[in-house]
């Protein structure tokens, strides 16, 4: 028997990363939905000239968001590599940076327009698809 406190089954699964090379530097985020089988449902990478990682793994996050809701996605699993941004969207760490605090905003706003969101720090190398988009802008913008 499922518990009544059980998160719901998430409809899509959110990798979203972002990139400066040098910090501020030339910086990307990227951002890969996943069915619950695994398949891409929407990638998409966005280069922002120059600015902080933070502000690109933010950026990421936003980008990711409104894809999944695009997509029609009630339920969402979050997974990111950057422990900054988690602990700031848990309320652990406070967002203290100017740059970063419209970013949290609009994020958080986009949050509230989902049924469920577990969002979750995870590795490096289990953010690999999401690093690649970041990687293969930040390439192209050579």
């Known amino acids: 028997m499922e ?9 899509a699964t959110l990798f979203a990363d972002g990139g400066s090379r040098g910090n501020p530097g030339p910086a990307a985020s ?4 996943l069915s619950p089988d695994g398949s891409v449902l929407h990638e998409v990478g966005h280069y922002l000239g120059t600015a902080t990682n933070n502000v690109a793994e933010w950026t990421a996050l936003e980008l990711g968001l409104q894809a ?3 997509h029609g996605v009630r339920r969402l699993a979050v997974r990111m590599d950057s422990e900054l941004v988690v602990k700031q969207l848990s309320g652990e760490y406070r967002v203290k940076h100017p740059d970063l605090q419209p970013l949290h905003r609009r994020v958080v706003s986009l949050l509230r327009k989902f049924e469920h969101v ?3 720090h995870v590795r490096r190398k289990e953010n690999a698809l999401a690093d690649a ?3 293969r802008v930040l390439d192209a913008s050579r």
């Open 118 to 120: 577990d969002v979750k």
């Open 68 to 70: 999944a809701l695009e």
């Open 3 to 11: 518990s009544l406190f059980a998160a719901p089954a998430p409809q």
């Open 133 to 135: 988009v970041v990687n």
């Open 30 to 33: 990227g951002a890969v939905l």
